[in-house]
Every structure is written in structure tokens, then in C-alpha cells.
């Protein structure tokens, strides 16, 4: 049998992909669920699983090539099969983003990557866009800057003139031609609105060990151009497409946390159990919250909307550069300390780039906690086409009127913003009084 | 009554929206009928564009023979008889009406005689001289009912003394003088007609100028050679009363609120035109109207499923072309294509007297308004060679545009062939063409789209002609 191996859509929004790395070479054998290859995405970096089994016959895209989507990339298939009809059907052409040196690259896999050059590739280190002349791959094409972008003379123009990348838009026009108003769409949402979609484990230090508040000596330049790495191109382009077309409002309620901070204690000092977080115990509220209102778990489809009835939750990590939500997936039938233990897996994993390619999309919710930042509110951009997300604060101390007496409690403020194709405020209103009110009582968490 | 013939759509109205969309529906392997109460081609082919466009021709093959001298031509004596210019318009618009039948049989279009009434969502009643029949949609009903011509309040057209536009393409008689009430573009091209034919002709405008809804320019420059021809235009100036007598009709008019009263032989209102959306069913299955139109979609479907709304009767501009382009979208949106909807933005607005007019896109003034920096070029067509050689160099071409982008804002022509000229800039603005690409082509000398680019390096500063 021979599996074809393509670049994989990993986002409505993803266009095309990187072979970071292969991890099997030619002629070596492969099991179906095998690790293959790493790819980089307009989100992150994932593994891809071989399909099929076989042998790695072909590498059609090397290490370093970028494709668009749905391309072959490679060929599994058993040592006697002709694989030469597959393989002449490949596109001629593989991008690579320009300089294998280019400044994203997260984690271990640029080591990896690094230390296997040799394989094929050799890069021109030129200013210019550098071609990589890659042995077995087809004639190298230009790198992704140098292809034509459709767009009109007024778009080309407006961009120029106003510093937009045409490459990394998404025409509306006849043929996905950029037109004006494309352009115009990225500017209007230029002047970054409020925090989009958050992290929930942070890179950086807990606030207990505080880290030495040094700022840091004036540059001699008077500004730098970063240029963008396609996650943070990929924010950019999708998150004016979530608060220009989605009508986003926002409600909010304050929490008393003390007896599910009280709980968070008990159950970390349980011997081999996870350690559990707020974030876990916020996801395991919401799962339960929104199986009692599908309503809230629902998503804006054009001519109806679509509500799910299992609660898939995505939950924003912060990476280097960017931010990344993975999937816990059925988190309404997940106890606590599952999912305790899956969100710290899928953290740990998305800031090693480590994901794979289910963990990143079909999310029907999603939880941006910045509490750990000593946040004690926002609001967070829908990730379309989810129909809400919940955006939670610090768990602070704060005086709390109780019985006529002033006592210290601990707070949190949650913040739900809401489609409101989808969402009304009661709705928006009365799901967040249930996630409240299981954390109030968090013993339900439990059970 | 037999029973339902069924069709996928059934498109009420045979006008320029009604025919384009039943072609574009049979195109798309669509099975339609067509209901048509009058005669198929509608208002425009009929009593509106086509004719008149004929009769514009007569009287300006008038002016010409007036003109003949100039040209060297010495003539004899030569008569202008308005009631062949007529006739020969009515030949024309025969021939095009027959032209729709010719495309109707071409792609197996059932043509229907009646009123085409809604039973229900997908039921059309047709009585017509044959009897009453049912008609099925299987899948739509587009609505091209179209429009007819408005009348002041208190102001009766009975077609004799006070005619509409229909009435003055019927009438093979001229008056000796005529009071036209309304200085837009149907006011406009009949003043211009019947001048050419020698009828003491008196244009009358409530705003303060003629062509109101084109550039201010435009107004001012077609008001001057208008004059110049012996048209009396009178703007800022509001009908009171229009009274048909034994010996003719007064009008009453408050002029700069003095009251005075105008004779003439016959008086034309054309004070614009209202939608054709009652007496067809409408009301009973609650389509949704604003301000006398029907609302619908970017796709033209109306308040209710299945009800498609096209042309005159949905609003916008009152224009053939604009009817023709949503005729297209909503048979596309029908066969479950994802048609692009109509740009209102970018229809172009024909006059065709003499000189004609034609404009695409924002006026200068609001352009101006809208408070961003602009350009603006203007060409006269008395240094362009071509208009110069005909004889025709009165006019000119202006371009609005964007100073910092070099986008076409707006493009105003008054001149020979301007409804012509129009088009090189509605395919600039659909391709989003900015000052610099119309500079880059390369246009035919000696031609009138001269002015086109010589106008666009003027609004660069670079014009070379002038």
C-alpha cells in the first residue's frame, strides 16, 4: 500500500507549512502512529504521525521546505510498490522561508535542526531571499516573499504606504485578490486592542521567588523592525477576524475563592495525586457549567449555530513570541484530577513545540487565565469560531463585607466575553453564575 | 383553473432585471417562466432608455443638419418631422422587444401574458387574456416588477395636456411650448429633444441646480450650454399647482418665495419614478418594504425565503444597468452560487443629452467632505483633438482621486461620448486601479479617452495637453 504524507491543515487559517525536520530518513521502516516528521505551522510546531506503514520511501519536501497545505511531503509504502507515479503527481516547487537561520524557531527542534545541515540543504547566507538547493527535492522555487501576491494596484499601494505585509493577508476579493478594504480591515484593528486570548502557565517566574526588577540600559538605536514570525503573523491576521466580525460583549462576576483555594491546598497535599491549579479547577467549572448550558457551547455557523454537546476547552499558553491554545478534549467528562494532569501535559508540550496536530483545533470554549501576572481583570478576543472565552484574573485577597463584619477573602474576577450572534447577556450572565457558583462550592467539582 | 405548471424560478417582470436574471437562471440549467403584464423588455426597451436613446439620436441629427454649414454642406430645404422621429423610435424599441423574445426562445424561457400575482412563497397566479393560471417555483421567485413615473402632490398626468416620460415617447404630436418639471436626467433628455424640434422648451428644478445628483461642475457647465441653446432652466424654483385649461397648462411655481404662474402647451413630470411593489401579492405574504422599496439582501433575497427582489422595485439607484447586475446576483445566489454582490458604489450615472453626462463615484464636494486629502485633474474636451475635428469639443473630463493613494474617488464627464468614455474608470475602480495605472496605459490618439488620461496626469500635475 503506499500513504501519501501531506503537509496537514491545522487551522482554518493555515495556508501552507514547514518541514522542520524529518524524523525518519529513506529506506528506514514505519509503523502507522509513528512520529515522522516536525512541522512548522502558522501556530506552533507539531509532530505528524505516519498513516500507514511501510518504509519511508521518499522525502518529497526536505527539511526546511515550506508547502502549502494538502501537498505531498513524503511517501510511505512497502519496498516493492511503484512509487513513481506518486511522486512525478508532486508539485514542482518547494518554498523555504527565507534563511534557515530565520529568527523563529522555538525550541529543541532548532538544535535538531541544526545539527543535521548536511543532510541537504545549504544555505546562502546573502541579505536576498536565500534559496536552499536541496538534493533530492525538486528545483528549489523562490522563498514565500519573492511569489506574486494578488492583490490590487489600490491594496499594493495603501500597503506600502502604511507598512502591512500583503503576504500575510487573506484576500476577500474575486480569486482571494487583496483588495482595499483587506487592508484597510488590518489597519483599522492596527492600534493592538486589548489583551487577546491569554496564557495560562507562563515562562515567567512564579510571583513568590520575584525576579530582580532591573531596567535595562537605553539602546543606542532609536527603534528596531521585528520582523514578524508566523505566530505572530498568524495573531495578527486572525484575531482582527474574530473582533471586527464577531460582536464581542463582555460580563463580568467576582468570585470568593477561599474554599476552593482551601481544596486546592487539601488536594496538593494528597501524596501521588496531581498537582492541581486554579486554571484546572476554573476548566473542570466550566466543563461542568457548560454542560448544564449548551447554549454557551456553541458557535456562530452562518445560516444556524451549531451547539456542542461535548465541552472541548482550549486554553491559551504563552510561548516565546506568541501564545498557543491546545485542546483538552471532553473536559465535562474528565475528573479533576485528569484534567489536572492532561493541561499540564499539554502545556508542557506546547512550549516544547511538542503538540500534535489533533491537540490544536476543535475547540468549543476556550479559559485565558492571566492570574499569575497579577491580573486582576481583562477581556479576551473570541477565538472564532468559538462562541465565547473566559478570561480570569488573579485570586487576590481583598477585604470582604460578610454578616456586617469586614474580613479578608480571596477574590477572583472572571470575565466572559461572548458572541453575541450566539451568546445573549441573561445567557452569557447566568453561565457565568454557575461557574461561580462551582467554585463556590467546590466540593461539586468533585463529584 | 388547470393545474400548477411547475418551473425552478418564476421571475415576475420582464425589464432589464426580469430578462438578465431568467437568461442567467437558464444559463445555471434552471427551468424558468417569465409573467409579464406589458410588453417583455419592460419600461427601458420599451418607454424608457431605448426610445428615448432614438429620439435623442433624431434630434441630435437635427442639430446637426441645423449645424450643416459649418461642415460645408449647404442644404436645401429640409423639414424635421417629430411624429417620424417618433416612429422610428417605436421601431427601435419593437426590434429590441423582439430581441427579448428572440433570447427568451433561445434558452427555453416560458414567456407568460398577465399579472403575475404571489398566492404564496413559491405560487405565482398569472391573469392574463387567456385565463388564469397557476405557476410552481421550485426554487425562487424573483420579483422585477419595476417602477413607474412619480407625480407631484396634487399634480394629476393624464397623458394629454400633463405627461410622464411614457406619455411624451407615445406622442407623436410636439407642443409648441412645454413646461418640463424636473431637471434630472429624464427632465433633462427631453428638454433636449424637444428643443432640437423647435418647442419653446422651460426646465423647472426645487434644488438649486440641474442634473442635482451629478458634480457641481457638471451642473454648471450643462446648465450653461443649455441655456446657450435656448432652454430656459429655472432651479430653486417649487411647483404649486399644474392646472390643464381649454387653452393649455399653468403651472403655479414659488420662486424665491415670489408666486407666479407659467403657461405652456403641454407640461411633462418627470419628477423621478416610484416602485412598482403593490397589487402583486406583496403585502399578504409579509415582504418587507422601507421607504416605498423592497428590502433585500446582498444576494437580493427579500424578508421572505425564496422571494427574490431585483431592479427598480429593490431601490438603490433606478437604473437598467444596476437592475441587469443584480438580475445576475440573485440567479447566481439561486443555482447556489456565491455570486458577488453589486457594488452601488460603483454604478455608473448616464445623461444622454447634448453633450452628454456621465459620472462614476464621489463628486468632488464629497469627496472633499469625506475629509481626506484629494487630487483633482480636470481636462476641457477643446484641447482634445478628436472632440475638436468632430465639432463637439464642449465639455470636460474631471478625476477625483485620493492624494495619497492615487484611488479613484470620483469621475465626472461632461462631453461627447461621456457615457462612453465612463466605462475606462468603472473597470479602474473594480480593479481597484489607482491614478498611476490609468497613466501607465497606453491610450489611441487621436481618441476622446484622450481627456481620460489627460485628466488623471492633471490630477498628478502632469498633464501634457493643456
Given at each position: ?9 491545522l ?30 505551522t502558522?501556530k506552533a510546531n507539531v509532530e ?58 522555538l525550541l529543541p527542534a ?85 489583551a487577546p486570548v491569554t496564557p495560562l502557565a507562563p515562562p515567567a517566574p512564579p510571583a ?23 505566530m505572530?503573523?498568524?495573531i ?28 486546592r491546598?487539601?488536594l496538593n497535599?494528597?501524596?501521588?495525586s496531581p498537582k492541581v491549579s486554579v486554571t484546572d479547577l476554573v476548566i473542570r467549572a466550566c466543563a ?23 465541552a472541548h476547552i482550549g486554553i491559551a499558553v504563552a510561548l516565546e513570541g506568541g501564545l498557543i491554545t491546545p485542546v483538552l478534549r471532553d473536559c465535562?467528562?474528565k475528573p479533576l484530577a485528569q484534567i489536572a494532569a492532561e493541561s499540564r501535559d499539554l502545556a508542557e508540550r506546547a512550549r516544547g513545540g511538542k503538540l500534535r496536530v489533533q491537540e490544536l483545533s476543535g475547540a468549543?470554549f476556550s479559559i485565558s487565565n492571566l492570574g499569575m501576572f497579577?491580573v486582576?481583570?481583562?477581556?479576551a478576543?473570541?477565538n ?5 472565552i473566559l478570561a480570569v484574573?488573579s485570586v ?52 | ?466
Amino acid at each position: 500500500m503506499i500513504t501519501k504524507v501531506l503537509m496537514p491543515k491545522l487551522s482554518e487559517a493555515m495556508e501552507s507549512g514547514k518541514v522542520i525536520k524529518w524524523l525518519k530518513r529513506e529506506g528506514e521502516p514505519v509503523k502507522g502512529g509513528d512520529v515522522i516528521a516536525e512541522i512548522e505551522t502558522d501556530k506552533a510546531n507539531v509532530e505528524i504521525e505516519a498513516f500507514g506503514g511501510g518504509v519511508l520511501r521518499k522525502i518529497i519536501v526536505p527539511d526546511g521546505g515550506q508547502v502549502p497545505v494538502g501537498q505531498l511531503i513524503g511517501v510511505i509504502a512497502e519496498p516493492a510498490d511503484d512509487i513513481g507515479g506518486v511522486v512525478a503527481d508532486a508539485p514542482k516547487g518547494v518554498a523555504t522561508a527565507p534563511g534557515a537561520a530565520a529568527p523563529v524557531r522555538l525550541l529543541p527542534a532548532e538544535e535538531t535542526y541544526r545539527s543535521t545541515p548536511a543532510t541537504t540543504a545549504v544555505v546562502s547566507m546573502s541579505p536576498e531571499p536565500s534559496r536552499v538547493h536541496a538534493g533530492a527535492s525538486p528545483a528549489a522555487a523562490p522563498p514565500p516573499g519573492a511569489g506574486r501576491v494578488k492583490a490590487s494596484p489600490l491594496a499594493k499601494k495603501i500597503a506600502a504606504q502604511s507598512g502591512v505585509d500583503l503576504r500575510l493577508l487573506q484576500g476577500t476579493g474575486p480569486g482571494g485578490r487583496i483588495v482595499r478594504r483587506d487592508v484597510e480591515t488590518v489597519l483599522a484593528a492596527a492600534p493592538a486592542p486589548p489583551a487577546p486570548v491569554t496564557p495560562l502557565a507562563p515562562p515567567a517566574p512564579p510571583a513568590a521567588a520575584r525576579p530582580a526588577f532591573a531596567v535595562p540600559p537605553r539602546p543606542a538605536v532609536e527603534f528596531e523592525d521585528i520582523p514578524l514570525t508566523s505566530m505572530r503573523a498568524a495573531i495578527a491576521k486572525r484575531l482582527p477576524l474574530s473582533k471586527g466580525p464577531v460582536p464581542h460583549f463582555y460580563v463580568t462576576s467576582d468570585v470568593a475563592m477561599d474554599r476552593a483555594w482551601e481544596l486546592r491546598t487539601e488536594l496538593n497535599a494528597l501524596e501521588g495525586s496531581p498537582k492541581v491549579s486554579v486554571t484546572d479547577l476554573v476548566i473542570r467549572a466550566c466543563a461542568l457549567a457548560l454542560r448544564r448550558l449548551p447554549a454557551v457551547n456553541a458557535s456562530f455557523q452562518g445560516q444556524a449555530v451549531r451547539v456542542y454537546h461535548r465541552a472541548h476547552i482550549g486554553i491559551a499558553v504563552a510561548l516565546e513570541g506568541g501564545l498557543i491554545t491546545p485542546v483538552l478534549r471532553d473536559c465535562d467528562a474528565k475528573p479533576l484530577a485528569q484534567i489536572a494532569a492532561e493541561s499540564r501535559d499539554l502545556a508542557e508540550r506546547a512550549r516544547g513545540g511538542k503538540l500534535r496536530v489533533q491537540e490544536l483545533s476543535g475547540a468549543t470554549f476556550s479559559i485565558s487565565n492571566l492570574g499569575m501576572f497579577d491580573v486582576e481583570e481583562f477581556s479576551a478576543i473570541i477565538n472564532p469560531p468559538e462562541g465565547a472565552i473566559l478570561a480570569v484574573g488573579s485570586v487576590l485577597e481583598k477585604p470582604v463585607a460578610d454578616g456586617g463584619q469586614i474580613r479578608v477573602g480571596r477574590r477572583m474576577k472572571m470575565t466572559l466575553s461572548c458572541d453575541h450572534r450566539v451568546i445573549d447577556g441573561a445567557t452569557g450572565a447566568r453561565f457565568l453564575q454557575d461557574v461561580k457558583r462551582l467554585l463556590e462550592e467546590p466540593l461539586r467539582l468533585l463529584v | 383553473m388547470p393545474p400548477a405548471q411547475k418551473f425552478d424560478v418564476v421571475v415576475v417582470g420582464t425589464g432589464p432585471g426580469g430578462y438578465v436574471s431568467a437568461i442567467r437562471c437558464a444559463q445555471l440549467g434552471l427551468s424558468v417562466a417569465t409573467v409579464e403584464d406589458d410588453r417583455p423588455g419592460g419600461v427601458c426597451l420599451n418607454w424608457g432608455c431605448i426610445p428615448t436613446k432614438a429620439l435623442l439620436r433624431s434630434a441630435e441629427v437635427v442639430s446637426l443638419f441645423g449645424r450643416a454649414a459649418e461642415f460645408g454642406i449647404t442644404v436645401g430645404e429640409w423639414k424635421a418631422d417629430y411624429a417620424q422621429a417618433i416612429q422610428r423610435s417605436r421601431r427601435v424599441a419593437d426590434r429590441m422587444a423582439k430581441g427579448v423574445e428572440f433570447l427568451f426562445r433561445k434558452n427555453k424561457i416560458t414567456l407568460l401574458r398577465g399579472r403575475g400575482v404571489l398566492k404564496g412563497r413559491n405560487l405565482v397566479e398569472v391573469t392574463g387574456q387567456e385565463g388564469t393560471q397557476s405557476l410552481e417555483a421550485g426554487r425562487a421567485v424573483i420579483l422585477a416588477t419595476g417602477s413607474e413615473p412619480r407625480s407631484l402632490p396634487g399634480v394629476t398626468i393624464d397623458e394629454k395636456a400633463v405627461i410622464s416620460s411614457t406619455g411624451a415617447v407615445r406622442n407623436e404630436t410636439k407642443p409648441a411650448s412645454l413646461v418640463v418639471i424636473g431637471a434630472g436626467a429624464v427632465g433633462m433628455e427631453f428638454a433636449d429633444i424637444y428643443a432640437a424640434y423647435g418647442v419653446e422648451v422651460t426646465v423647472l428644478e426645487a434644488l438649486p441646480r440641474v442634473l442635482p445628483i451629478e458634480d457641481e461642475e457638471v451642473s454648471t457647465q450643462v446648465a450653461r450650454l443649455f441655456t446657450r441653446r435656448g432652454i430656459t432652466l429655472r432651479t430653486g424654483v417649487s411647483v404649486k399647482a399644474v392646472t390643464a385649461g381649454a387653452s393649455g397648462v399653468s403651472v403655479d411655481v414659488d420662486a424665491e418665495g415670489k408666486t407666479e404662474t407659467l403657461q405652456a402647451e403641454q407640461v411633462l413630470v418627470a419628477v423621478g419614478r416610484a416602485a412598482r411593489t403593490r397589487g402583486f401579492g406583496l403585502e399578504a405574504l409579509g415582504v418587507a418594504t422601507e421607504r416605498g422599496f423592497v428590502t433585500v439582501s446582498p444576494t437580493m433575497e427579500t424578508s421572505v425565503k425564496g422571494i427574490y427582489a431585483i431592479g427598480d422595485m429593490a431601490g438603490n439607484q433606478l437604473l437598467a444597468h444596476k437592475a441587469m447586475a443584480e438580475g445576475v446576483v440573485a440567479a447566481e445566489a439561486i443555482a447556489g452560487l456565491d455570486p458577488r454582490p453589486v457594488d452601488y458604489g460603483n454604478v455608473p450615472s448616464c445623461t444622454y443629452c447634448r453633450p452628454q453626462v456621465a459620472s462614476i463615484g464621489q463628486s468632488e464636494a464629497r469627496a472633499r467632505a469625506s475629509g481626506r486629502e484629494i487630487a483633482v485633474g480636470r481636462f476641457p474636451f477643446t484641447a482634445n483633438g478628436k472632440a475638436v475635428a468632430m465639432g463637439e469639443a464642449e465639455g470636460f473630463l474631471k478625476v477625483v482621486a485620493d492624494k495619497g493613494s492615487g484611488e479613484l474617488l470620483g469621475v465626472h464627464i461632461v462631453g461627447p461620448e461621456a457615457t462612453e468614455i465612463i466605462h475606462e474608470f468603472a473597470v479602474g475602480r473594480t480593479l481597484e486601479a489607482t491614478l498611476e495605472d490609468i497613466i501607465h496605459t497606453i491610450h489611441a490618439h487621436p481618441t476622446l479617452s484622450e481627456a481620460a488620461l489627460e485628466a488623471t496626469l492633471a490630477a498628478l500635475g502632469q498633464a501634457i495637453h493643456i
